[in-house]
């Protein structure tokens, strides 16, 4: 892979990661633009570990919050006890649902879905399912006595039901932080709510994803398979190249997720699922006439 190209696929990676866009979609369709023969591969999934980092620099003060409660729980031996430890801990209950299915499914999920007409057929659908959670908002909001749920009132039944949304996200194409800010919102959340849970929940699920493949490379690279597509550690220039679009893909990251943070706390999602189909009906056409 050529340096520009690392570069450019960081930029798609870190602007797609946070919008919900779905940032597989856009990585797949510009690798294969680009002519890579193994679009699918490890690259994809590990540079979005910068785009983790960027989580954690922007929410920096909140997790550092979060990581002290959990450790006075531990010294306390008591559960839960302030509003930080019941948010982290909400936090691991809603990353469970994602941890069940991608054990169980993701490479079947893989096999059958990782492919451009599949991804375009999904951006469709969740920019639909998208649509509806905006109005089922609207809707929540003109109704009387219907407050939206801020952070402190979310439950363990928000934290697994959005959990359970953020496993759709499995499937290439629906968008992480998409999939999972539907769900806030159809729980009841308020938009920048729905946003900053979906960030924090990322942690766990992205960070894993992403150590595994670094390790399944690894791996290949002590161990390379005949015909299979070399380790991103053959060579120094795929290493230095992973480097970079992950480097740059974490500073494109922190902006998008400032930018998102501001834009929800105004505006509503419909630009987003506008987006979305467009997206996905240009890639049919794409794959009809090339």
Known sequence: MELWEAIALGVVQGLTEFLPISSTAHLLFVRQAMGHAH???????VIQLGTLVAVFIYFRSDIAKLIRAVL???????FASSPESRLAWLIVLGTVPVVIVGLLLKKWLKANFYDLPSMAIMAIVFALLMLAAELWAQLRRAKPNSPEIVERDITWKEALWVGAWQALALFPGASRSGTTITGGLFAGMSRATAARFSFLLSLPSVFAAGMKELYDEYKVWKNPIPGAP??????SDETVALLVG??????????????????????????????????????????AIR
């Open 72 to 78: 006075n729980d531990a010294r306390t031996m008591r």
């Open 246 to 287: 992950t480097i740059v893909s974490g500073i494109v990251g922190y902006f998008a997720i400032a930018w998102l943070m501001h834009f929800l706390k105004r505006y509503s999602l419909y630009a987003f699922v506008g987006y979305r189909i467009l997206l996905g009906i240009g890639i049919l056409m794409y794959l």
């Open 230 to 235: 070399k380790s991103l550690f053959a060579s």
């Open 39 to 45: 679009p699918e591969d490890a690259f994809t999934t």
